[in-house]
């Protein structure tokens, strides 16, 4: 049976080359697989880190400035409004990206879906090197958007499902160290580059945006050698192949242990349907029940932890810096570190975690949608507040911070080394915190015995009662 199964699977091909290449992740020991699986997530997120902080320099750059027509030609802006809105227009194709980025991810698989995103990344790269005009960038920067909302959207979520409970956190962590990463070269190449013809050279920020290409391009080379997703395996029936990963990924773990997770994995995928696109407006709105409990409450704490991540004080235009360098790069630097270990990781784990096997993938698209228009808004908006209130504008920003403690303390879930099929149980009950973990605490074990096991004991119950109600005397 099994070899019947293998040989329906993608992974099967009369090609013997393309067979030995998308099945090289079987060479590889446990270790090899996981840092593989880390190295190539770390790429995708370098791509998306590098691409938000490559335009603080594009900025700069008064032959850019003249090319785009937002300015003067010693590379003073007066169209703050245009330059914010050749910025944020990339989120917007983010938007769209991630939403189709992940219900691809959850038909073609995370692998499949990682590597089309790479293409629209890199061509996308490419278009923005390239341009000629405002329009010209406008348009560069969309399908820029589009990979880029996919590959930020799907990478969480291969992690996420390929990562066990214990270091799922950790390991999310580790990847997006590579957003900040690839902010850092964006600033340090735009530095470097300052000095070619004083800083009035085209290669200042043609180079600056070709230079992305460069981690697509790595994504296209090597991303179909990884395994997919146990999860997404199981999802489409090829419990065989979900099995070998997760045995796999996990190593010389407890094997008691890791039967447990597949049969979690196993049942939970059960029954499930891939999604219409209209479903996400649904769920937005509350009204689809059918593919698990609050979906609507899901979506929209993906939504605002995302915005709320985006709004906490960081200024997107790092030239302006310049006259007060050391204490600005000090306080920068400060910054990215305590953002990266906290907002930054966390604001992208939840997503991936508190949505049913069903849809992670399209799922995660809410808090994608969240980040966009968090930081689309911000970086369309910054330009302009900076104009007008300059350094007020970070006391708003503070402020912020300290609603935002509260609406986490009391909403949030704690998902900290809980698997992700027993998280379901903590969306059972009302929207408090401390309700979801009353809820966790009584309804977590029901998610690991499996539904089969479960309908097993609800139908033995029903059976004695029965038996009892018949030996009952006749009145």
Known sequence: MSIIHLSNSPLSSPSTRAMGFTTAWKRLSPTQL??????????????????QGVMGGVNASPNYVSEVKIGQPDGTV????????????????????CF???????????????????????????????????????????????????????????????????????????????????????????????FVNNGYSAVRWRFLL??????????????????????????VGRNAEAREVLER?????????????FNEIVAMAEDIKPASPIEFIKIMCGLDKDKGAHLGRRAWLCIWLQIMASWTASRHDPSKAASIAPAAVTMLFLFNLVYASTWGTVAFLIPTEIFPSRMRAQGNGFGITGWAIGVGWTVLVNPIMFENIQSRTYFLF????????????????????????SIEAMFTTSPFYWQ?????????????????????????????????????PHV
């Open 398 to 421: 503070a402020g912020l911070n300290f609603i935002w403690i509260g609406i986490v303390y009391l909403i949030y879930p704690e998902t900290s080394n809980r698997s992700l099929e």
């Open 34 to 51: 996981n840092i593989a699986i880390q190295t190539f997530a770390l790429i995708s997120i370098f791509f998306e880190g590098y691409d």
């Open 78 to 97: 007066t169209n703050t409004t245009k330059q914010g809105g050749i910025v944020s227009i990339y989120y917007l194709g983010a938007i769209v990206g």
């Open 210 to 235: 070709g230079f992305q290409c460069l981690p697509a391009l790595l994504l296209l080379a090597g991303i179909k050698m990884l395994p997919d997703s146990p999860r997404y395996l199981a999802s």
């Open 436 to 472: 979801m973990e009353k809820a966790y605490a009584e309804n977590k074990d029901m998610f690991a015995t499996g539904k089969h096991e479960m309908e097993g004991d609800r139908l033995s119950k029903e059976k004695e009662l029965e038996c009892s109600h018949d030996e009952l």
């Open 100 to 194: 189709v980025g992940g219900w691809a991810a959850d038909r073609i698989g995370r692998i499949n879906g990682l590597f089309f995103a790479a293409i629209f990344a890199l061509v996308g790269g490419a278009l923005q090197a390239a341009t000629q005009s405002a329009d010209f960038i406008l348009v560069a920067r969309v399908v820029t958007g589009l990979g880029t909302g996919a590959l930020t959207g799907i990478t969480p979520v291969l992690v996420s499902e390929v990562s066990s409970a214990e270091h799922r956190g950790g390991f999310l962590g580790y990847v997006f160290i590579a957003n900040y990463l690839g902010i850092s070269v964006a600033y340090w190449l735009d530095f470097g580059l300052s």
């Open 249 to 261: 990924v996990r190593g010389s773990a407890d094997p008691e242990a890791v039967e447990k997770e």
